[in-house]
């Protein structure tokens, strides 16, 4: 076994010292008192009488949860009695090699993923369906309509006779079908009662039904399809019912109305039937491993053995009841550290190190320059970063009260800024400038520079204002004007607020959005998506503000196509994000402001296919950040992770400045916000929290270091009162860490070592408080009691001590009560007896029972899903906890 080292304080613990204090008591001289043997104790003794469970077939019987989950099962033997072979899982070392891959008996956890495929496979077809219920209609718009498509008859569709969120349609297919995709048709033009936020729910019995999808559309005429759910953790689900839940309009207050519904599966009857035959097979035995969740919570565990004998079902892994019966049942600590230290040497804890959640940790960079040979307060500035180098660039921005034309790098392994250029335009750079962008090229160590911020007033004035092109080459400290007008080549007009990123293997710039200047600032033209090749000194228009297709592409398209081609448009806007996933050669588009509008949309551009993609149009609905503009993004393409820090956010009431930095999964299209700050109130954060997190800001720039993983932000506007030339100069980094393997493996052996003190604690309290009763105990016994307490703290001198987090405010908090607690002979567990003659036996064991078991449920949350006992309780049998 490999050795573990882990490091807190100046306490250095490794797994062979995990183990020598198990040895030392499992292995312990005969002569020993056994008073030092926990097996022994009084503790041991009592807690025996009520783990082991006595008969309790009438209190099963009177359980009504209980009943409910075997009235479950009767009813799904009388449907279906599927023939199931049984392999008891061996519990040999070589097993827990292959735990993270182990399902159940009865799951078919092997046919499950070629179902999948099969389905996947399959070809669809257009599924036949009726009305089988509806919520209301409004004079002759009647459900029926929905199932022609007549675009330009106004009457041909659904509307509801109220604008609630109990309205509702539901289909019901001919025979029950694995259904893919639904298609919504339109009316010929926009309509304030066109249905605009809407889920689908589905299933083969209308009254239990899960939700299969929940989405918006868009007014307009284009028909959309929507991609359906169809499985659960690879488990294929057939449906025959489908209800569809109308919850808003594009209109206020007007009724809802679906013009034209169609629906799409797979519904041959040999596979649909196999999927129904496996389906059913998975909700017998779930219903039956629920049974025998319930059965052990309750600690019924003679009707357990019955159950899972009779079935041949297995709750979980295993390991997993090994874990349980020495922890719970036996309440032998050693044996399951043994469990424990098996399961860390069979890297079980990865998985859960994988997904984990980020802890960020800010610090803010006092750099080593004196005092006014730094950078000053600004927004709208920008910077990229020089992995390599460990250099990151700062060019121009807005003080407050005048655009800059300063370039500085901030030399990361010096800790120090250096100054290249006062004023870049002297040295044939770029004039004064911000909301621009810039963009470093690794291969050829160049930065590009595009754009600048410009008032239509100011641009009528001075017509030297232009959408100039510049590149700075590093090793020659020398600019290069490349253009004068990108917009006569084929490029951007003059623009702000726009994003730009490289493709530096490709030797390849995209330009996408931003606000175009013109001449009418009250006008709003917005850029489109632009790519330009370095080495040709090319650029290509790629798409035009809310266009579906590049020009070149439509004009490959021949003069006779006339029909509507079924491509995403992109829609153009300021103050959004952009970056490239190289892996893929994709680009990631996500949020800013159109008009009044702040935008929560996500798509994806790929270069190889010259395609739009739309991932969510709106992820605030799937736990995502709230809509806004102006927050900073960056990726990290090994970790197919984007991380991003908000700017300013709309909500329904207003607009404000927030500090949260959201983590998104490109893989699992997953958000998850890993940071926020404690306060929203601006000034409050400044005096209180200024040197330990960043205040709330907005026009900031962020950087990240690949190599280090190591985030930089600097400056930004803290959005004051309106007009406020205020500006921020702090620096700072972010550094993301997850909690590895071994950690998870130290904290799961300092709570079962925390709760084998706290039993320890419980035995010298009671055998303390009867002491106090009984003053004239003889004095082996009083004896006895200075010896529990000495053991007691001996193993928080030994076993809990050392493995203690010092970092972690909770563990040292938790050692300080433990500490506290024993000095006075404090009970901690529950349990506390008012007089021993008034306490049943089984009582206590019941309270230490259901102690031990939440320590059991804690230890859990750090084993894969595939090892443990079902999700949810028979309470919510119907649901499987899956809805």
């Given at each position: ?112 993923h070629s179902t999948k495929t099969l389905i996947e496979s399959s070809l669809q077809e257009s599924l036949q369906y009726s009305i089988s219920g509806y919520s209301s209609h409004s004079a002759s718009y009647h459900p029926q309509n929905i199932k022609v498509n007549k675009p330009n008859d106004q009457a041909s569709r659904w509307s509801s006779s109220a604008h609630d969120q109990s309205q ?716």
């Amino acid at each position: 076994m490999q050795p573990f080292i882990c490091e807190y304080g100046d306490n250095p613990i490794s797994q062979q010292d995990y183990q020598a204090p198990i040895m030392e008591l499992t292995t312990a001289p005969t002569n020993k008192p056994t008073r030092f043997s926990l097996q022994n104790r009084r503790l041991r003794s009592s807690s025996s009488v009520g783990i082991a469970s006595s008969s309790r077939f009438r209190l099963a019987r009177e359980d009504p949860i209980l009943s409910c989950g075997i009235n479950t099962l009767t009813s799904l033997y009388h449907r279906t009695t599927p023939s199931r072979t049984h392999v008891k899982p061996h519990l040999s070392s070589t097993s827990y090699q292959s735990t993270l891959s182990w399902s159940p008996p009865g799951t078919l956890e092997a046919t499950k993923h070629s179902t999948k495929t099969l389905i996947e496979s399959s070809l669809q077809e257009s599924l036949q369906y009726s009305i089988s219920g509806y919520s209301s209609h409004s004079a002759s718009y009647h459900p029926q309509n929905i199932k022609v498509n007549k675009p330009n008859d106004q009457a041909s569709r659904w509307s509801s006779s109220a604008h609630d969120q109990s309205q509702y349609i539901t289909l019901r297919l001919e025979k029950p079908a694995v259904l893919r995709s639904i298609l919504f048709g339109k009316f010929h033009r926009d309509h304030v009662c066109n249905l605009k936020e809407f889920k689908i729910f589905g299933g083969l019995d209308p009254n239990d039904l899960t939700e299969l999808l929940h989405h918006k559309l868009k007014n307009d005429a284009v028909p959309e399809t929507f991609e359906l759910r169809y499985s659960h953790d690879e488990l294929v689900f057939p449906v025959q019912y489908i209800k569809i839940a109308p919850l808003s309009t594009f209109g206020t207050n007007f009724n809802y109305s679906i013009w034209y519904i169609e629906l799409n599966g797979v519904q041959e009857e040999s596979i649909v039937s196999r999927i129904r035959k496996e389906f059913e097979n998975y909700k017998e035995t779930e219903t039956i491993r629920l049974c025998l969740k319930h059965l052990r919570q309750r600690n019924l565990m003679d009707v357990f053995h019955v159950l899972k004998s009779r079935t041949n079902v297995e709750l979980e892994h295993p390991l997993l009841s090994e874990l349980h019966q020495y922890l719970v049942q036996d309440g032998n600590f050693e044996a399951a550290e043994q469990i424990l230290i098996q399961a860390n040497s069979s890297n079980i804890f990865e998985l859960f190190s994988t997904h984990a959640d980020y802890r960020p940790t800010w610090k803010r960079i006092n750099v080593t320059n004196q005092e006014k040979n730094i950078p000053c307060p600004r927004g709208g500035h920008q910077m990229c970063i020089d992995e390599k180098e460990g250099k990151i660039y700062l060019l121009g921005g807005w003080s407050g009260k005048c655009d800059m034309s300063d370039f500085w790098y901030y030399n990361i392994r010096e800790n120090r800024w250096h100054l290249l250029s006062f004023n870049t335009k002297r040295d044939g750079g770029p004039g004064p400038r911000s909301c621009h962008k810039i963009c470093f090229d690794p291969v050829t160590k160049s930065i590009f520079v595009l754009g600048q911020y410009s008032e239509g007033q100011q641009e009528s004035a001075d017509s030297n204002i232009k959408p100039d092109f510049y590149r700075y080459f590093i090793d020659f400290n020398l600019w290069k004007k490349i253009s004068t007008d990108t917009s006569k080549e084929g490029g951007p007009d003059l623009v702000y607020d726009q994003q730009m990123c490289i493709n530096s293997m490709a030797g390849v710039l995209y330009v996408f959005g931003g606000r175009a200047t013109s001449i009418d600032s009250i006008s709003h033209h917005y850029s489109g998506l632009f790519s330009y090749e370095i080495t040709a000194n090319k650029w290509t228009l790629l798409r035009r503000d809310n266009d579906t297709m590049s020009p070149l592409s439509a004009e490959r398209l021949p003069q006779s196509h006339n029909q509507p081609v079924n491509r995403m448009p992109l829609k153009s806007r300021v103050g959004h994000s952009m970056v490239m996933d190289t892996m893929h050669q994709k680009l990631f588009i996500f949020a800013g402001q159109r008009l009044k509008e702040h935008l929560s949309d996500l798509h994806t551009y790929s270069i190889e296919h010259d395609r739009v993609t739309q991932i969510t149009q709106d992820y605030s609905k799937d736990s995502g950040p709230e809509p806004g503009f102006m927050q900073r993004a960056t990726v990290d393409v090994n970790r197919q992770e984007i991380y991003v820090l908000s700017g300013s956010v709309s909500s329904q009431s207003n607009s404000a400045v927030e500090s949260k930095l959201w983590v998104y999964n490109m893989r699992a299209n997953q958000w998850k916000k890993v940071y926020q700050s404690e306060t929203s109130d601006i000034v409050e954060t400044w005096n209180k929290k200024l040197v330990i997190e960043p205040s709330p800001r907005f026009a900031h720039q962020f950087v990240y270091d690949n190599t280090t993983k190591v985030h930089y932000l600097f400056g930004g506007n803290p959005g004051g009162p309106e007009g406020s030339t205020e500006r921020l100069g702090d620096f700072w980094e972010l550094r993301l860490t997850k909690i590895g393997p071994e950690d998870v493996f130290r904290r799961c052996v300092f709570m079962t070592r925390v709760h084998k003190l706290q039993e320890l604690c419980n035995v010298a309290s009671d055998q303390h408080n009867q002491n106090n009763k009984h003053p004239n105990t003889n004095a082996s016994i009083n004896n006895e009691t200075c010896n529990d307490t000495l053991y007691a703290l001996d193993y928080l001198r030994t076993h809990v001590q050392p493995l203690v987090n010092h970092g972690d405010k909770e563990e040292v908090r938790l050692f300080r009560e433990l500490c506290t607690k024993l000095l006075f002979a404090e009970k901690i567990l529950p349990g506390e007896r008012e007089s021993n003659e008034e306490l049943h036996e089984n009582h206590f064991s019941d309270d230490l029972y259901s102690s031990r078991s939440q320590l059991f449920a804690n230890l859990l949350e750090y084993f894969p899903c595939r090892m443990k006992e079902p999700l949810g309780n028979l309470a919510s049998l119907s649901g499987f906890g899956w809805k």
